[in-house]
């Protein structure tokens, strides 16, 4: 079975672009989540998404948002980019089966470097 | 808020050694807890998990155990080798949110 899926796999861009990421969960999970994990700064939870819709958002600013799609693949983009959004984009996906814990697995990761 | 608290590293060792990494966490009400490990250049792997107080998650040759009354999750290996050179995050979950609040991230290094 094929795992949760990301690219590209390295990304470089200038202050003020915009940056498109994409992950495609594993078939049959329904949830996508996105991480952010900066240099010096750990893992922080950016978004949530489970069956199109935006569930749950970190502490990040509107530049950052998302979507997903019909097939449950999942784009993140980042708007007006900054230095410090240079990072590696992380995404997981799981199962949503009701209010309990579903296993998110992990994908490789994008890494977005900032020029 | 929640938060998790896990030992700075990196943690060198010799091959063979008996590994410890501590970890607590703030949180209210009864979270789960995750360990996962992150291989040079790769993503994050679920290690090992609890679900409740002193369920013990284990799995290649690690363990940890849920212990409510400390808040803690230390990941505990008898014997280390060159493999399990890695990140290791301490995290927990809580249902609502669906959101993983990870530590700091501990790097071990085994030495042959």
């Keep these: 079975e094929a795992g949760v899926t990301q690219s590209p796999t390295h990304l470089i861009k200038t202050r003020g672009q915009q940056a498109t990421l994409r992950c495609s969960p594993i078939s049959g999970h329904t949830s996508v989540y996105w991480y952010q994990q900066a240099l010096g700064l750990g893992l922080q939870f950016l978004l949530w998404y489970d069956e199109g819709e935006e569930r749950n958002r970190g502490n990040f600013p509107p530049r950052f948002s998302g979507r997903q799609f019909p097939n449950y693949s999942s784009e993140l983009n980042v708007n007006a980019l900054e230095l410090e959004d240079s990072a590696l984009y992380l995404c997981a996906s799981s199962f949503q089966q009701g209010p309990q814990y579903n296993e998110q697995f992990f994908g490789p990761g994008t890494r977005l470097t900032v020029l | ?112």
């Design chain 2, 1 to 112: 808020g929640n938060s998790v608290t896990q030992m700075e590293g990196p943690v060198t060792l010799s091959e063979e050694a008996f590994l410890t990494i501590n970890c607590t966490y703030t949180a209210t009400g009864y979270p789960s807890l995750f360990w996962y490990v992150q291989y040079p250049g790769e993503g994050l792997q679920l290690l090992l998990k609890a679900t409740k107080a002193d369920d013990k998650g284990s799995n290649k040759g690690f363990e940890a155990t849920y212990r409510k009354e400390t808040t803690s999750f230390h990941l505990e290996k008898g014997s280390v080798q060159v493999s399990d050179s890695a990140v290791y995050f301490c995290a927990l979950l809580k249902a609502a949110g669906n959101k993983l609040t990870f530590g700091g991230g501990t790097r071990v290094l085994v030495k042959p």
